[in-house]
């Protein structure tokens, strides 16, 4: 099974950009689909990106489309996600996740990196 780990979270100020990068160990993530997801205080864990495994296809949450990135490196086993333009409302613990079944859920997950953007 593969392991994931964030980091790159931090304080940014609104208008700012910010980059989480989430390593894989364990597996090549050449064989999972791959997923940025994140949690506010008090709400439920939302989607925000995807990629698929091998032709790049991406998909993003209609609340960040334009605005952020996803992109993978399978070489390095590594997935990024670079966000600009950042608002107060994507304040949220960031979890990068992994999965096999296109149609299925999210298996592994990592254990999350704090993003605060400040008005």
């Known amino acids: 099974q593969v392991q994931l780990v964030e980091s790159g979270g931090g304080l940014v100020q609104a208008g700012g950009s910010l980059g989480l990068t989430c390593a894989a160990s364990?597996?090549?993530?050449?064989?999972?689909?791959l997923g940025w997801f994140r949690q506010a205080p008090g709400k439920e864990r939302e989607f925000v990106a995807q990629?698929?495994?091998?032709?790049?296809?991406?998909s993003y949450a209609d609340s960040v489309k334009g605005r952020f990135t996803i992109s993978r490196d399978n070489a390095k086993n590594t997935m990024y996600l670079q966000m600009n333009s950042l608002k107060a409302e994507d304040t949220a613990v960031y979890y990068c996740?992994?999965?096999?079944?296109?149609?299925?859920?999210?298996?592994?997950w990592g254990q999350g990196t704090q993003v605060t953007v400040s008005s």
């Open positions: 996740a992994a999965k096999v079944v296109s149609s299925g859920g999210y298996n592994y």
């Open positions: 364990g597996r090549s993530i050449s064989t999972y689909i």
């Open positions: 990629t698929s495994r091998s032709d790049g296809t991406t």
